[in-house]
């Protein structure tokens, strides 16, 4: 059995490649319209690739921010909105992996300037236009699982029975 000559392959591929830039040469709009094809594609590869990681980088912030450094988020699932039985947090307490209980209240409130809350429009999320969202949280527990980066005055007092309040930046400006 006689092995192939590779001087034959080398010829057939540089004929090949002739044949390829004749016609690259004879029809210059086609070939002008296919590169700008790829590289239009290329492009919008690489910006739909830039935008998902940027898309999820912003994701990511936005549920470390208000999760803070917890693992989990317990919530009540029924729809009364009373919040847990007092027995809760014993039982979660007496997991062996728990690090912190950390309790928070959350509401929601309308803007004097505002519709009244019979007029506010409702979504799956919740109230779906304007209004105030309210977090009632133990200064000292809610350190453990939350940074705070205080831009202007000081983070809330320990004393129970003092009337303090952390506003985002961009609500204080308003």
Request: no cysteine.
């Amino acid at each position: 059995m006689a092995l192939p000559n590779p001087r034959r392959g080398l010829l057939s591929l540089l004929r090949l490649l002739s044949l390829a830039l004749r016609s690259l040469r004879a029809r210059p709009l086609r070939t002008a319209l296919t590169t700008f094809g790829v590289v239009l594609g290329v492009a919008v590869i690489l910006a739909i690739s830039t935008t998902n990681v940027s898309t999820l980088a912003a994701l990511t912030e936005v549920f470390s921010q208000a999760s803070g450094k917890a693992q989990l988020t317990i919530s009540p699932s029924d729809a009364s909105d009373q919040g847990f039985p007092e027995d809760a947090l014993d039982r979660i307490s007496a997991v062996g992996s728990v690090a912190a209980l950390v309790p928070v209240v959350r509401g929601q409130a309308s803007l004097a300037d505002e519709a009244s809350p019979a007029e506010m429009e409702l979504s799956m999320f919740g109230a779906a236009s304007g209004g105030l969202v309210i977090y009632g949280v133990d200064p000292a527990l809610d350190l453990l699982v939350r940074d705070y980066k205080i831009v202007e005055g000081e983070f809330l007092s320990p004393d129970r029975d003092a009337y303090d309040i952390v506003l985002v930046k961009s609500f204080a400006d308003d």
